[in-house]
């Protein structure tokens, strides 16, 4: 069930309604980009690993376009997904990625399961999880596999060719020598963990590691990231006992390794790749 | 003496800076940063729970010391303008 409405340039959410379930694609195309975005994740989540919406319990996805004036910014609020249009200069809008909408409704996924705090690694780990959901999402709609996947978020949102926001593939390339946000930040391994005490720690910097650990464990293993170490990825996000609140990356490691035991077997290839992929980030 | 604001956090990440100086402003202005850092420092303040994920985190360094804005402090007569301003000029 999805609603999409408009914030129409303020900051009172949700707005005004313009497309609900089931309704006639709207003029304004940024409504329609969210409304498919949803649903493609909702299946995304439904037909591979059984999940019913957000909550599994089939809650209904509220998502609101045109928040504020030049925003440059996508959020989950803990009820609802809000995009900005972005400024012109530098971002256009937040809705033009499939993996920024599967990024943000993962934020939801993941409050209703172990609902990880957000800050430091527990706050990575959160992060993490949202950007590797998101791009299978996006790999899932465009039948892309290991191979022929670029393995960048927002690829679309920053003006201008070759930036992208996030690059699991190679941490810290991403976008170089923009001439307003400098060059992408985030470390690929332990060794350039950094606190950011103004980012909560540093999520969105730490997560790099994360996402490196699951792209080299998918690439390894090959086909359709969803399939195998994807599916991995999902039970372990979904294991409240071994990924608490406060889980860290070490805890998190130890979830994937279990699961895919459970999965595949211990001295399975998927298994033995996953432990491989961990230890070459340093955890 | 130099007030700034700090847009922290959000999808990308990536931090935004706005500055201005307050020599030229009225001093209840600098009386009322001081009695609110001197609460933050008191813990009088408390801390919320953000359940956003995503959202800006907003930071003002004053005097030496860098202390978190909330909604309320954006909405509070005595700090909605300057802090207003200071959004209008927040760059990275």
Known sequence: MRSVYSAENHEELPGKLIRKEGGQPADDQDVNAVYDGAGATWDFYYSLYGRNSIDNKGLKIIQSVHYYKDYNNAFWDGKQMAYGDGDGKIFGSFTSDIDVIGHELTHGVIQYESDLEYKDQSGALNESLADIFGIMIKQKTLNQDVKTSSWLVGENIIIGKDYAIRSLKAPGTAYVNHPDLGTDPQPAHMSGYTDDPMDDGGVHLNSGILNHAFYLASYDVGGYAWEKVGRVWYNAMCNRKLVPADATFLDFKKATIKESTTLFGARNKVTKTIRNAWKSVGL | ?92
């Open chain 2, 1 to 92: 003496m130099k007030i700034r604001l700090i847009q922290s956090g959000g999808f990308i990440g990536k931090s935004k800076f706005a500055e201005e100086d307050l020599s030229g402003y009225p001093k209840q202005l600098h009386t009322d940063l001081d009695e609110h850092i001197a609460a933050f420092h008191d813990r009088a303040i408390p801390a919320k729970k953000q359940p956003g994920r995503d959202t800006y985190n907003y930071f003002l360094e004053y005097n030496g010391t860098r202390m978190p804005v909330d909604e309320n402090m954006f909405s509070a007569p005595e700090f909605s303008a300057i802090l207003a301003l200071l959004k209008t000029k927040l760059h990275y």
